[in-house]
């Protein structure tokens, strides 16, 4: 015969686990409910805003040495050989997009390509655009 003292052992380790079980299917809820929040967002609007965000990236073609040396002030001088999203080097002619907070330099096509993908960040130093 078992004794009180077990049946409320055993009686203690099933509410234990019980209350765990009810934590975890909360905590799952919470985050379905989170994520059918993010996706109720209209998908245009968050493409909208991306384009926009890609339209604001200031254009130059590489290199841009070379106008700098000419004696253009307000052109700086490339200091990066290569386009960290891709990452190829920078050629002579090719199209690149400088993102205005914090100067990044990247070819056109692969920061926009990033943009649209991910959030709209720096890819190197995470910069809000």
Request: charged fraction near 20%.
């Given at each position: 015969?078992?004794?009180?003292?077990?049946?409320?052992?055993?009686?203690?380790?099933?509410?234990?686990?019980?209350?765990?079980?009810?934590?975890?299917?909360?905590?799952?809820?919470?985050?379905?409910?989170?994520?059918?929040?993010?996706?109720?967002?209209?998908?245009?609007?968050?493409?909208?805003?991306k384009s926009i965000a890609i339209a604001l990236l200031?254009?130059?073609?590489?290199?841009?040495?070379?106008?700098?040396?000419?004696?253009?002030?307000?052109?700086?001088?490339?200091?990066?050989?290569?386009?960290?999203?891709?990452?190829?080097?920078?050629?002579?002619?090719?199209?690149?997009?400088?993102?205005?907070?914090?100067?990044?330099?990247?070819?056109?096509?692969?920061?926009?390509?990033?943009?649209?993908?991910?959030?709209?960040?720096?890819?190197?130093c995470r910069a809000q655009l």
């Open positions: 015969m078992v004794g009180p003292s077990v049946i409320d052992a055993y009686l203690l380790a099933l509410f234990i686990i019980a209350a765990v079980l009810v934590i975890i299917c909360m905590c799952s809820k919470n985050n379905q409910d989170q994520q059918q929040a993010d996706a109720r967002l209209p998908p245009e609007i968050d493409a909208q805003t200031d254009r130059v073609t590489y290199p841009r040495r070379n106008a700098a040396a000419a004696g253009d002030p307000s052109v700086e001088t490339a200091a990066v050989e290569d386009c960290a999203i891709c990452p190829g080097p920078f050629e002579d002619g090719d199209l690149c997009s400088i993102i205005p907070v914090c100067r990044h330099e990247f070819h056109r096509d692969c920061i926009a390509d990033w943009l649209m993908a991910y959030k709209n960040t720096c890819p190197l």
